[in-house]
């Protein structure tokens, strides 16, 4: 038997993050991951890497805005590469009927604090110069931009062994160890291990577990599609996303061209193992859509096709708190396509809620909101064809 204070259950990006800053104020931490850190299929491997503060729901504001000041120091932090560049970020507009929506949209997250803006006409083409013409506006935040994943989701696990935090990799939890109305630990290989608080930070494999032990979480597993071409020379510096468009599109500071946007890729589960597998269909549909808001793509030929496993929540934003009904489970999970930019953020969020402060930044994520979601939706949720998640702002 090995007791932590807290044992997290994955070792992605969110649950690294998390071990990072519980670790740093003196928590003795365990992290207890099947692979390792960014690792195929997870969606810390998988991720477009969107550092992306605009188009988010209310409830993520105060985590992004937190998360938008420390992306631009958080390599000198955690003493490693991420690859962050700050590119900003274009989400157009075509049609003029679409506009005043995306005008109102913008004028509330000015509201809130989001650094964003409208811009128009020659400014539209100075921001992305290779756009489509037929872009007549767009909402753009310049502090936004994008890092690379694998290496972010390293740098906080390497920063939390420092200060302390004890990683099993290779190591995958068959269950909870439940007494009584309470969580009291994990069961990994033939060990049972206790901890004041289990974190469930397992993205797509968190349902299974949590199933386990009677917990019926409103999660549905979903494998969103990339595609990366071959080097062209430096174009476009924000990441481009377009109202009506299943797109977000970026060159990465060596010329590829990154896209995704949600596109469908099949889930395959063989003997409790998952993985994904790419539908030629959504490689079809997808180049279409970037060559048409990047003409300049058209050039370029696909040089890899992925997809991840990313774990999608039934109101579209993660499950951040205590487990209902249940002392000593903590959930982070449910992040839906757009858990990367804010995981600095979660991370010292959850920590400080997990060391016994009020964080008021969670309230709206908790999952004791699921309560009120009806059952016969839930089901009819989890139940859908396995396909893209919505279209709209992902990566």
Known sequence: MTNFDVAIIGGGVTGSSIAYHLARQGARVGVFEQAEPAAEPSASWASAGGVRSQGRDPREWSLTLEATRRWP???????????????????????????????????????????????????????????????????????????????????????????????RTGTAARGLAVAGDRVIGLMAGDETITAEWVVLATGAWSERLALGIGLDLPLRTRAPQMLLTDAAPSMLQPTVTGVGRQLSLKQLPTGEFLIGGGWPSDVLVDEGAMTGRVREESVAGSWVVASAVVPAVRKQRIAQRWCGLEAQCFDGVPLLGRAPGLDGLYLAAGFSGHGFQISPAVGRAVADALMGHSVEALEGLSPARTLSFAPTAIAEFKSEPTGAMAAGLLG
């Open 73 to 167: 120091t958080l390599e000198d932090e955690l003493d490693a590469d991420v690859g962050f560049a700050r590119g900003g970020h274009l989400h157009i507009v075509e049609d003029p009927a679409d506009l005043p929506a995306l005008t109102a949209r913008v004028a509330r997250e000015q509201a809130a604090g989001i650094q964003i803006r409208m811009i128009d006409g020659p400014e539209l083409l100075d921001v992305a110069p290779p756009i489509t013409p037929t872009a007549i506006a767009g909402a753009y935040t310049v502090g936004d931009g994008q890092a690379n994943p694998p290496k972010t989701t390293r740098a906080f696990a390497a920063a939390a062994q420092r200060h302390g935090a004890r990683y």
